[in-house]
């Protein structure tokens, strides 16, 4: 069986991980969870190389929410590059669920945002683990997390 | 028989791998192809790895088109650092073909250059595989893929 | 018994290294501490990767105090990247405190600053060590470090 | 027999690998060389590792002519950080050469730069290949490649 | 008996190498000195790979002087990951010492801004080989390398 490995944060202001479990759970079954907690984005590197290599996840989300200071951004550049850096070296994907708190103008819009867009990757990861071939079929057409589709480019024409 | 990696996403507003893929199609023979598609540009790296690893490509082509945010030049750069460091690590080229959605003034145009650069990044592709004496010869050329070639310096003396 | 590394710096103007580890020490027993003294934050990877490798440590805490001038930033992001990096190829969490100069008014709201962030990062490495369910319970609630917690978006709902 | 790698790209402007090649050939004997052209500078690093584990290179030489654009300078950065990767990985030196298309006025200007600037890189690389000596004797002497040297801070008091 | 690897570079204005073998050799005894010369700073780490896998060194000093260009600070900023890089990746410590051409008014204050740092980054470096518990009983408390030391936040309380 399968294991996706589902990483979050203390310091993000929606329960991501929840939304991307529950998404992940109505996708389908044949999968089991393995998940940590960390304090930060950038602890999620580490913990998703935890997840591949101690709890044998074969594909892991990473969700984390950075702040709205310039700062904010350094930090989630730092983690993306660690993040990649980590599937790289085990070879097996990770999906990067960033939700920036300036994405959004108040707390409401925040949740509603965070949830739909830790669903959408969550849907992604599934997708990647057992229907690859479903992604194939919707390359190039502008596809978005989170927000309306872009579309492909054609379509417009 | 040599096999070539095509690695493109959903997030792409142009199918830029079936471009690259007829136009691989069209240089030759003496290939098979392996294709793996993700969510974005930041997956491209892993994909990458596992053409190489798992599937036996001996040269991918990572084909992306990051949008016109100032966060997707991060994403961008981010992916790129990742796919330099895993054609390192796996002694084997990896073609970037990215077409910054920027860099068109309407979705025609978009079409147009995604795959003028596709076709032109696998020809690319093709002869680093092939015929590497072919870009021997064209080295110091100014080359360009997707728009005009600048040309050489000394032409203009 | 698990060890706990602890690498701070000379440059730092406050002495983080000494606030995180009464803090751990009044957190709790059941751990060794092994420490490693650096000149600057950009030293602070290879310590941790010491503290690993030579000293047996389970994780490591490393703490340091980035300057006021523009460069400040420049090696803090670098430290990062090589903290996260280290992180990685060690396969064990490092938990990251650092302090920059600029954020404090003067030198008394520095060392109050500096005393509560390397506090809370302290309690936060001995969660992840100890208990890390206490971290998966509180994922998504908004904690901060150093300064009042954020708090969940759905709570100002 | 040692054996220098050299590693250019169809994008320059300018054919920088002869001139560094007949620039080593002018220097002195002892030595083979072994070559690589790709189409761009991001591709350079794989080239190198390929010069070193493929071919045998013990020094390579990487030249390229990032463009005027903004984005050119984020390539070089990218490619130059994937050289630096590349060479500590191989534990072997990668001399790296860029010319930028915006450092010269004109066609002309920049085919002289590019000349001078690939001749004294290549001599560089002669020399920490057969004279390190050479090199240490002039430590700290204020040397520059493809403009006139700025000499030692102390000539000048 | 320890080695100590010292890299410099031609491109440097300043002797860095000459004065912090002087310093090195004024601090004590039991070590032997091993150096390699490159020409610039984004030749350090290979250096200092070289220096620890083929010299035998067990700690490194890098010593370099970016420009004065926007673009020196970018080949800095490389030159810096680089070393960070190399270090973790041999376990054992380099000890950075960068000097901005434009840190000195002048060129008699940039000879002694060089001196001083060279000096004092080469204390840094035999303390950490030697006496590791002389930095202990300094850490948090403000050192600088070639400026007045900040000093503790506590003392002007």
Redesign the interface.
Known sequence: MKRIGVA???????????YAVRALQAAGTGFRLV?????GI??L???C??LF??DGADLCLALG?P?KAE?D???A?????????????E??????CFV?EGEARD??E??AL?RRRAEE?AL?AYA?LFH?SS??R????????GFPD????????
Chains 1, 2, 3, 4, 5 share one sequence.
Not at 8 to 18: H, I, K, M, S, Y
Not at 91 to 96: K, S
């Open positions: 979050d944060t203390t310091f993000a202001r929606v329960d991501l991980g929840r998940r940590r907690t960390v304090p950038k602890d590197p580490v913990a190389r935890q290599a101690e929410m702040g700062y951004r350094t930090c550049h730092e983690a993306s590059l660690g993040l990649i850096f980590t599937g790289v070296l070879q097996r994907p990770i999906v990067e920036f707390d409401a925040l949740e965070g990757h992604n990647l690859p992604l194939a919707r390359a190039g057409s502008g596809l978005r997390q872009a579309g492909p480019a054609r379509r417009s024409r």
